[in-house]
């Protein structure tokens, strides 16, 4: 039993190949293809600033004039009470949270990928007014680096690795 096993285990590397799975950061995959090369555009507020850190910390930071694409993202958000107690007050929140994203080669200005993402966190709102307005924030920002990570793998996934 354990012979076959074994077996099964070592041939795992030579089926993926055949199949044409390719890492994505492996040399030629498409983390390639975009690290430092992505100049992220987005609006200026607090919960798109943490959308772009975290998608520079993913995409790799660069300057602007040695991009090849151009990443334009839309931040929503919207608050929604999600426990409310018998007296009426609202307990929990969700924020819920969208990011619309189109990647454009810069001088071609062809659209190579598009699309949104979504996700929601949630906090408490039981504490004092300081403990709830330091839970709202860093709910803003996890949900801002859960979409940076979605929309990286969206990404990644969509790309074709450069040839």
């Known amino acids: 039993m354990w012979s076959c096993n074994r077996r099964t285990l070592l041939m795992l590397p030579v089926a993926l190949a055949a199949c044409g799975l390719q890492p994505v950061y492996g040399p030629g995959g498409a983390g390639d293809a975009l690290r430092g090369r992505v100049e992220v555009s987005a609006p200026d507020d607090a919960e798109s600033y943490w959308l772009v850190q975290n998608l520079e910390q993913n995409l790799g930071r660069t300057a602007a004039a040695g991009t090849d694409y151009l990443l334009d993202v839309k931040v929503r958000t919207a608050s929604q009470g999600q426990a409310i107690t018998a007296s009426n007050d609202t307990t929990r929140y969700s924020i819920v949270g969208t990011a619309t994203y189109t990647l454009t080669g810069k001088e071609s200005g062809a659209v190579m990928a598009s699309g949104e993402v979504r996700s929601f966190t949630g906090y ?13 924030r860093d709910a803003r920002h996890r949900l801002m680096v859960i979409l940076s990570d979605q929309l990286v793998t969206q990404l990644y996934a969509t790309l074709d690795p450069p040839a």
């Open 124 to 136: 408490s709102a039981t504490g004092s007014t300081v403990d709830t307005l330091a839970a709202e």
